[in-house]
């Protein structure tokens, strides 16, 4: 089976630019995650989407950091205008979380850095 | 809020035997993952506890005591490949994961 997509894999842009990440899950995933994970630290929790639904979105900033799925299916998330801070992997995972099953299956990342 | 604690790095011989502890603090608790991350790569699934007790996988097992918030991984066999960064993640609800910072394991001959 596919794993998670995610492109493009590595990303420079300069602060105060805007750039796209795209992630395309697993067959048949519903749940959906976008983490942010500096170097040395675990993955944070962004945004978590059920279908084309938002279910968590409480650690994304909101001021310049947008995130959508509407087809239930591949996602996108935007960072407009970026900071030095943002510099870090953007990693997307997926899960079908039925019968127990909550393990999440993770894209193998777009490293951004902003200069 | 949650906190989850793990050593940040850990050295050990080939062939030896490493345990990595993890301790955590948190409501809703509905189990506990453990990851593994190699440099420049995605977290990849090593084990899922929920219930008390010792899930051996091969070379790998897990340990979980829910009263005391306490897990491990013990690796055994040590090899080379096994340097990787270790994350320990608590799941909340259904779907919530929360991370540790990670364990970096060196391996060395």
């Known amino acids: 089976e596919a794993g998670v997509a995610q492109s493009p894999r590595y990303k420079i842009i300069e602060k105060r630019q805007s750039v796209a990440f795209w992630c395309n899950p697993i067959?048949?995933?519903?749940?959906l995650y976008w983490y942010q994970q500096i170097l040395g630290q675990g993955p944070k929790l962004l945004i978590q989407f059920q279908n084309n639904g938002v279910v968590d979105d409480s650690q994304l900033p909101k001021d310049r950091f947008s995130a959508e799925r509407l087809k239930g299916v591949d996602s996108t998330l935007k960072i407009q205008p970026a900071k030095l801070e943002d510099s870090a992997v953007y990693l997307c995972?997926?899960?079908?979380?039925?019968?127990?099953?909550?393990?999440?299956?993770f894209g193998p990342g777009t490293r951004l850095t902003v200069t | 809020g949650q906190n989850i604690d793990q050593p940040t790095e850990m050295t050990a011989t080939e062939g030896a035997i490493v345990q990595i502890n993890c301790t955590y603090q948190t409501s809703g608790f509905n189990g506990l993952f453990w990851y593994q991350q190699h440099a420049g790569e995605a977290p990849t699934f090593l084990s899922y506890n929920v219930l008390d007790g010792l899930e051996e996988k091969g070379r790998f097992s897990s340990f979980l005591s829910r009263s005391k918030g306490y897990s491990y991984l013990l690796l055994k066999e040590l090899q080379m490949k096994d340097s990787a960064s270790y994350l320990c993640a608590v799941l909340r609800g259904y779907s919530t994961l929360t991370f540790g910072k990670g364990t970096m394991l060196l391996v060395s001959p």
């Open positions: 995972a997926s899960s079908f979380l039925l019968a127990g099953d909550y393990e999440q299956y």
């Open positions: 067959s048949g995933h519903a749940t």
